[in-house]
Structures are given as C-alpha cells and as structure tokens.
C-alpha cells in the first residue's frame, strides 16, 4: 500500500523558513518523481516543485531561490525547504508520487501525471 504523509507545516511570520518533510512508502524512490502542490484558501490546486528520480529538480517562477526539494532515498523521504516565506505561500501543501519524471509546465508538476497525493500539511504565513 503507498502512503505519502507530510509533515513540517505549521505558522510562520513573513520571512521566515519552514521544512516540509514527506515520508514515503510502498513506492522505490529511485524510480518515482515526488512533486509538492499546494492550495491557498478559495484557490485551486498549484504544482509548485518536482523531485525528479534522477535528482533533478523544478520550481514554479514564484518560488525559486526561495524553495529547494531535496530527497534522501536511503530514508524514503522527500523535503521541501521553504526560506523567504511570504503570505501569499499560506497554503495546504501535498507531495505526490509521479513514477519516472516530473511531468512540468513550466516547472509546475502536473495533477494529470500524479499517482499518489499526500493529505497535505498547512502552512500559515502571516504576522
């Protein structure tokens, strides 16, 4: 049985850094892409940034140099480092399994391509 379960969100003042971590199991990380989306409230889904197996790694315009994914395979885990936090990042987030490569559009992961979706963790941003 795969299970994605994240964890790490929680509330956090402008400016500030949070580290989502998702826990896999039941899938090899070797050959599966773990891509992070988001909702903010009233909005729709986001892909945000990919994982891709291999290491290579996709960001959305918005957050790049600000977010970083990491993975560590041997752990089954998967981690988005979140600095420069600012209000418009407020948002539950999902990692979500996508065997083989990100499928991006312009380094937003696509929900067409997920196999697996986490239950998401929130992030608050606000002072």
């Known amino acids: 049985q795969v299970q994605l379960v994240e964890s790490g969100g929680g509330l956090v003042q402008p400016g500030g850094s949070l580290r989502l971590s998702c826990a896999t199991s039941g899938i090899a990380l070797d050959v599966n892409s773990i891509a992070w989306f988001r909702q903010a409230p009233g909005q729709g889904r986001e892909g945000v940034s990919c994982?891709?197996?291999?290491?290579?790694?996709f960001y959305i315009n918005s957050v790049k140099g600000r977010f970083t994914v990491s993975r560590d395979n041997a752990k089954n885990m998967v981690y988005l480092q979140m600095n420069h936090l600012t209000p418009e990042d407020t948002a539950v987030y999902y990692c979500a399994s996508d065997l083989w490569s990100c499928t991006t559009v312009d380094g937003s992961p696509q929900e067409s391509s997920i196999d697996h979706w986490g239950k998401g963790t929130l992030v608050t941003v606000s002072s």
């Open positions: 994982s891709n197996y291999d290491g290579k790694e």
